[in-house]
């Protein structure tokens, strides 16, 4: 395991793919910078007129726009500074709101951070409970109904199902009035600084919270299930049992935490997936978070404002991917070591 | 009394395609500090006959019969009474080479964890007691600290074994111990099992598709084919001389010890073994056996005294002729015997009478 | 994993010829054999495949919209879906007239969701060709030839793998502009990575199978190798994989249209959803607006979930039974 001699630094395995692993990364994000950089470049003729295509934009705004690319100077040039500009954290002026787009985006993130961070804690500790208890008892009743709950949450689209959690319990049905909010972080006039605010936020996040959480419970149920099901044929359960061990534990110590394995990556690499449902459930909840804006400025639409928060998700999912791979390596002493 | 006796034990395990008896009426006794080899090609029931020791069978498998262990009947135990004599009166060292160890977990924390099931010691008495245990059989005790994917083949047999001696069992059974390692190794391996056994005074259900291996490490042999016994007694004997044409299909197969060439290739036994849902009529060996007669398909023989304290499951044997089981060719015995013949142990002789068994 | 539906073209040569239709002329081609043990296979798979209840289900449902997305025009007017004609009151509930209600001009709801299915079919259709041609092209390549074409190939699919698939669609939608074919695009330009890496598993396991070295040494150029031994057996693995495709693409091309990135001049499933949601059906509680069109890409979506799942268990043995 010694990873250097005396004269030359020889790398583990462990480090080397390591290393590969960040160089993948890093070579993942300047993807992300070239393509946008070309994205309103390749297309055929002008690209500021090709950004405010068949839509009434000031002639003004055109010459900022054009001034901003920087075009007229030679491609290479360009890049450099679209380069220089983006990891300076200058990603533009937007079109919607006349500020910098750097800014809009801060004052939206933590909206975002919340909504996403709480439905993925719950969704993930009921659907890996799911998926474990349909797998141990397997056929079972509760197996079923699960399995074909979930089946049928993988089928729809998640902001559908919030517009219909939204009629149920936000507007209402028939005589039965509503009973959370329809939209927004907050009501109007309530401090937030204090319970009554926590507490009306709380009200406010129910429902978008509830429906992130349903649609991806149904996928790590699956996963989970599956991954425990290859996993209780392992001969290494039989010994387990043979040691005296009740099923329950050879369950909890053995079973779960190598099944568990394959679920942690998914559930990182499921960021790109998870961020795909933001924006939609944002925009039905009016949720003044990152995806609503990914509506609005779309809507507008809003090009540099659409590629700032672009070059943001694709950043935080690379940035999850590269975590899901250490921690991997952290959990499975399989790589750790080898 | 037998520390282990099995009695006309039946496992039939539920399939989706029809229920397949994979034992089939199997009586079997061991005393304490004996060894008994349980030989048999694959889908012969001998691993179900070491699951069922432990009753480690598939929930939903049904079973007939009584496995006393200790006097006591385990098919019947309640699950509480199960779980402390599992590993306390009879530990298994299962096919350690490949997946019988947790790769997520150090090994050491997987002896450790057996001992704190069935004794309240600390947590360092336990340490201390796992490096005890992998000194016991040939590891360093800084081994305990180390993954199974960081050891060899031989290495993780070696901390299997270290496993099952944990809570100090009279018996151990070994399930295929030195399948998938080198021949090296699998000769240490059992070196290292048989000098356990005499140390400790265990006694050793040893099961192997290997018959060169039992007649060299065991006292007595049974021979298992399509879930019964076709044939029992003292090693050396049903080694060099086979009552039963399977038995000497078996031993011509492994004319020594690891030779992988012969193993492809057993002598004289054409065909596949039956499938147990479907077994042939009457001696359910008869489609393959090189000396079956005109009753073979229509009698299933029981086990009859074949002389040298054995008995075999023949009808050559019944009527009195089992030299006929030897001298058809083209494989005379004797040509392919092992160098090293094993041990010669006391096969007790049981009276002359067959044990009679039902035909279900 | 194999396919044991498919035997190895040079492997299993004995058995066919025994079996070969009469119909064929009398000095078989080798490549006639291939083609009928081929059909055997087929059908094999699909006396397999019929037993599969949940699969026929799936079947039964799949074959409902297409049939009615084709009969479309049979069975509701085109005229019925402009607005000027429009002769209900907006936003009516469930009546004789109109079983599902109306939208916010006075449509028929139920003629709106019949129609609809022929663009979510389409698209979902569209993209999962495109996205399989490109998942095959790039898997075949990488694995066959291996090397740095690997290496750059997977790179690239890893790339796609990573991009979190929603944002990325929109801003290609957003600059290709909202049209059928360019929805329809940018769903497969974005949804191949998982094919190209499954085809590429099963190029490599195949191209370093015996006969392949064989064929290659007898002086088989690569042409013929993809052709001829590579593309037969992973055929039935892009097949099962399509059908899954399919089902991501329907739902793709319901949030994109959601989002108002869809075909403005045509009426889809989500341009349906997208118009009920921002014209407020749902905060005047208009579930009849919103209810159908939902439960059409659930049911079309689930139908091809099971078709795939069942298509898995006959194609790999080794998940039956899951």
Do not use: A, F
């Given at each position: 395991m010694a990873a250097t001699s005396t004269r030359t630094f020889r790398p583990s395995a462990g480090q080397r793919r390591l290393g590969a692993k960040l160089i993948g990364a890093a070579l993942s994000l300047a993807f992300v910078l070239v393509f946008n950089f070309f994205l309103f470049r390749v297309l055929p003729g002008d690209p500021a007129k090709n950004l405010t295509r068949n839509r009434l934009v000031p002639a003004e705004q055109v010459e900022v726009l054009r001034e901003s690319f920087g075009l007229g100077k030679p491609l290479p040039q360009q890049f450099a500074q679209y380069v220089r500009d983006t990891l300076s954290g200058d990603l533009g002026i937007s079109y919607k709101f006349r500020r910098p787009v750097s800014e809009v985006i801060a004052e939206r993130i933590w909206p975002t951070v919340l909504l996403l961070g709480l439905s993925t804690l719950l969704s993930t500790a009921i659907g890996l409970w799911i998926g474990i208890r349909g797998a141990w008892r397997r056929n079972s009743v509760f197996d079923r109904v699960s399995l074909g709950a979930s089946l049928a949450l993988y089928a729809m689209p998640e902001f559908w199902l919030g517009i219909m959690l939204l009629i149920a319990f936000g507007v209402g049905v028939g005589p039965l009035p509503g009973l959370f909010p329809t939209g927004g972080l907050s009501s109007p006039d309530t401090e937030l600084a204090s319970l009554a605010g926590v507490a009306d936020v709380a009200r406010h996040l129910f429902l978008p919270c509830l429906t992130l959480t349903l649609a991806y419970i149904a996928e790590y149920a699956l996963v989970m299930r599956s991954s425990l099901l290859d996993e209780l044929t392992e001969d290494y359960l039989t010994t387990a049992r043979a040691k005296g061990l009740r099923d329950a534990l050879v369950l909890r110590r053995h079973a779960v935490p190598n099944a568990l394995l394959p679920t942690t990556t998914l559930i990182f690499l499921n960021l790109g997936f998870i961020v795909s449902g933001a924006i939609t459930i944002e925009t039905v909840y009016s949720w003044p978070g990152l995806g609503l804006l990914s509506y609005e400025a779309l809507r507008t639409p809003d090009y540099p404002l659409l590629q700032g928060v672009f070059l943001l998700f694709s950043a935080a999912v690379i940035i999850a991917n590269l975590i899901a791979d250490l921690l991997y390596a952290y959990l499975d002493p399989r790589v750790r070591t080898g | 009394m037998a520390l282990l006796a099995v009695n006309d034990l039946t496992v039939i395990y539920p399939a989706r395609a029809g229920a397949v008896p994979a034992v089939r009426g199997v009586d079997l006794t061991l005393e304490p500090g004996e060894t008994l080899g349980l030989a048999g090609g694959s889908g012969c029931g001998k691993s179900t006959m070491a699951a069922a020791v432990l009753r480690l069978l598939p929930p939903g498998t049904r079973t007939s019969g009584t496995v006393l262990l200790e006097g006591e009947d385990v098919l019947t135990m309640r699950p509480g009474r199960l779980r402390a004599v599992r590993w306390t009166e009879a530990a298994v060292v299962f096919q350690g080479a490949m997946h019988a160890l947790n790769p997520v977990r150090r090994v050491g924390d997987q002896i450790a964890e057996a001992i704190h099931l069935h004794d309240k010691v600390s947590d360092k008495r336990a340490a201390t007691r796992v490096g005890e245990l992998l000194e016991q059989v040939g590891l360093p005790a800084r081994r305990a600290s180390s993954y199974p994917h960081e050891l060899s083949g031989g290495q993780r047999q070696r901390v299997m074994i270290a496993m099952a001696l944990a809570c100090s069992p009279r018996l151990l059974i070994a399930d295929e111990p030195t399948t998938a390692l080198d021949v090296m190794v699998q000769a240490q391996v059992l070196t290292l099992l048989e000098e356990l056994r005499r140390e400790l005074g265990l006694a050793l259900l040893l099961i192997t598709h290997d018959l060169s291996v039992l007649a060299s490490t065991c006292e007595r042999i049974a021979v298992m084919y399509a879930g019964r016994i076709v044939e029992e007694g003292p090693a050396a004997k049903v080694f060099e001389a086979p009552a039963h044409p399977y038995t000497r299909a078996l031993a011509e197969a492994f004319p020594?010890?690891?030779d992988r060439a012969s193993r492809r290739n057993p002598h004289g036994l054409g065909g596949d073994p039956p499938d147990p849902r479907d077994l042939p009529s009457g001696c359910p060996f008869h489609p393959r056996c090189p000396v079956s007669i005109a009753v073979c398909p229509t009698l299933e023989v029981e086990l009859w005294p074949a002389g040298d304290g054995r008995r075999a499951a023949c009808v050559h044997v019944r009527d009195g002729h089992p030299e006929l089981v030897r001298q058809v060719p083209p494989h005379p015995v004797g040509e392919d015997a092992p160098a090293h013949p094993g041990p010669e142990g006391s096969g007790e002789p049981r009276g002359g009478a067959p044990v009679r068994r039902g035909m279900s | 994993m194999t396919q044991p539906t498919i035997e190895e073209p040079l492997g299993g040569a004995p058995h066919a010829d025994t079996t070969v239709p009469p119909s064929l002329p009398p000095q078989l081609s080798p490549r006639a054999i291939s083609r009928a043990r081929r059909r055997q296979a087929a059908a094999r798979a699909w006396q397999e495949y019929r037993r599969n209840s949940i699969g026929m289900v799936g079947l039964a449902i799949l074959v409902l919209f297409v049939a009615m997305a084709v009969f479309a025009p049979l069975l509701?007017?085109?005229?019925?879906?402009?607005v000027t004609k429009a002769t209900g009151a907006p936003f009516s509930p469930p009546s004789a007239e109109f079983p599902l209600g109306t939208d916010e001009s006075g449509r028929s709801v139920l003629a709106l969701t019949i129609w609809g299915s022929r663009v979510s079919l389409l698209v979902g259709f569209l993209a999962s060709v495109i996205s399989v041609v490109i998942g095959s092209v790039v898997g075949i390549a990488a694995g066959h030839f291996g090397r740095w074409t690997d290496s750059l190939l997977m790179r690239v699919t890893d790339w796609f793998l990573v991009i979190p698939f929603l944002p990325l669609a929109i801003v290609l939608a957003t600059v290709l502009g909202p049209s059928l074919a360019n929805i329809a695009f940018v769903i497969g330009i974005t949804s191949w990575p998982g094919t190209a890496r499954i085809v590429r598993a099963q190029a490599l396991a195949v191209t370093s199978r015996p006969y392949i070295e064989r064929a290659r040494a007898l002086g088989a150029g690569d042409w013929h190798l993809i052709t001829r031994h590579i593309l037969p057996n992973v055929v039935p693995l892009i097949f099962a994989n399509t059908v899954l495709i399919v089902a991501v693409a329907i739902l793709s091309e319901t949030t994109l249209a959601f989002l108002g990135l869809g075909d403005p001049l045509r009426v889809s499933w989500g341009s349906m959803l997208d118009a009920a949601f921002t014209q407020g059906a749902a905060s005047i509680g208009a579930w009849w607006y919103l209810v159908p069109p939902g439960v059409a890409i659930l049911l079309v979506v689930l139908a091809f979930t099971m078709i795939g799942q069942a298509l898995e268990s006959v194609l790999n043995p080794r998940l039956r039974g899951r």
């Open positions: - | 020594t010890i690891g | 509701v007017p085109e005229s019925e879906l402009d």
